[in-house]
């Protein structure tokens, strides 16, 4: 019953035996120990999960690891460098986009491929791409100013202010 | 959550997958984009023996106009659809749709071939299927066959593609006019399924003559509806304000909502 998949993650190579049952976060948080990929409401609606596959971003509670086989997976540890932190991740920081923290994972994964696509997005554009992830501390308007801080920086436009919204 | 267990296949050709539909029986499911069919697992509402993972085989994913029609690869992704020129500039209806399907993360596994053969009448695609009188390609191992769309839906969950069958192609014949076409629905939050939803799609004559109408309703009946009488309606005007009541009238009246926790049927036909 259980087959040998190959897979990349986070640049590092990985043969792991799995039933065609197992879902590709349990493979990732469990398996490979990598647990900066959440589980939230495990129905395809909250986003906590996203990961990318080849690039693009997943609903890693909705995809069997089988399917992953021979893909390259990036999750939250991926994004930061020898360098420094992922733009995003100082975005999210600077701009206290972040509260719980629990949606952050998969906020930040759903904002590399938003950007990698529109490197420049308008607010309602950024509110329409994180559409698919929920923050349930509503903590969206921190979210979207660190998007668009990750954004001016990745461009190398200047920095917006990075003062807090408290509502 | 975890699916009961299952076997997994993933052909590289469609004749492997028509070869493990024959051996494997009608207790084999296709595995496309999967964000219906690995939910309902999930849950235990589908418990199938054994997956038949489509995503390996070559081919099944594209965009192209061949003459006056335009034909889909029934593994092409919602955002596929949403990214296209072609689709963009000529059947702004499927970016209507497609960008109201769930959540980017979602559409970028979904396919139009998944939403139209999953037979769910809350799904978007069919509507559009109906407005613009689409006909979809089924393939199996004695060759492919054409069937209209609206011979297409039997009931819930039921379509016409038989045993050992896959659907392939979507077709998509432009009319001859001046042409039109956008979809519609309401939603109680982004990404929900259509507390009720509608595909339009017109032609017009020189004279402004209404001379093509499709209109397709979403999550009103138990298959996806065709509105004919609305279609009937709007033939032969020019459009004007009493036309579309009618036709807005009409689509009211026949169709037959469920009540549910997204409304009751009073409020949909109010839709």
């Known amino acids: 019953m259980k087959k040998t998949i190959n897979i990349k993650l986070n640049g590092t190579d990985h043969s792991v035996e799995v039933e065609p049952r197992k879902l590709l976060v349990h493979l990732i948080r469990e398996d490979l120990s990598m647990t900066g990929t959440h589980i939230g409401c495990d129905t395809t609606s909250c986003g906590a999960c996203t990961v990318l596959i080849d690039g693009r971003s997943a609903k890693s509670c909705t995809i069997l690891a089988i399917q992953a086989d021979g893909k390259e997976i990036t999750t939250v540890e991926g994004l930061a460098t020898a360098g420094g932190l992922h733009p995003l991740q100082e975005g999210f920081k600077e701009n206290h986009g972040l509260q719980c923290g629990f949606c952050t994972p998969g906020m930040m994964i759903r904002a590399v491929e938003l950007l990698g696509k529109n490197p420049n997005p308008t607010e309602s554009e950024i509110r329409w791409g994180i559409s698919g992830n929920l923050c349930r501390c509503t903590g969206y308007n921190n979210i979207v100013k660190a998007i668009q801080y990750a954004s001016a920086k990745m461009r190398g436009a200047e920095l917006p202010s990075t003062e807090p919204e408290f509502v | 959550m975890i699916p009961e267990q299952f076997g997994y296949s993933a052909p590289t050709s469609l004749q492997e997958a028509f070869s493990l539909l024959q051996e494997l029986g009608e207790d084999a499911k296709i595995l496309a984009g999967g964000h219906s069919l690995i939910p309902m697992m999930k849950l235990r509402l589908a418990t199938p023996f054994h997956l038949i993972d489509i995503n390996k085989i070559p081919g099944l994913a594209y965009i192209r106009e061949e003459g006056n029609t335009l034909k889909i690869g029934a593994l092409t992704r919602e955002v596929d659809l949403e990214e296209s020129t072609l689709i963009h500039d000529k059947y702004p209806i499927f970016i209507d749709a497609s960008k109201l399907i769930a959540d980017p993360q979602v559409r970028n596994f979904g396919t139009l071939g998944g939403n139209i053969a999953h037979g769910d009448a809350a799904n978007d695609h069919p509507a559009v299927m109906i407005a613009l009188r689409a006909v979809v390609e089924i393939s199996g191992a004695g060759g492919s066959r054409t069937v209209a769309i609206d011979d297409f839906f039997h009931g819930f969950y039921m379509t016409a593609i ?6 392939t192609e979507i077709r998509i014949s432009r009319p001859q006019s001046k042409f039109g076409s956008a979809y ?21 004559d020189d004279k402004g003559i209404c001379t093509y109408a499709g209109i397709g309703l979403t999550n009103v009946n138990a298959t996806p509806m065709r509105a004919e009488r609305s279609e009937a309606a709007l033939i032969g005007t020019n459009l004007n304000a009493e036309a579309i009541n009618l036709a807005a009238r009409h689509a009211s009246e026949d169709c037959q909502p469920s009540s549910d926790l997204r409304g009751d049927e009073e409020y949909k036909r109010h839709q």
Do not use: F
């Open chain 2, 184 to 204: 519609h629905k309401v939603e109680r939050k982004v990404g929900d399924y259509a507390t009720a939803g509608v595909a339009i799609a017109l032609g017009m």
């Open chain 2, 162 to 167: 038989e045993q050992g069958e896959i659907l």
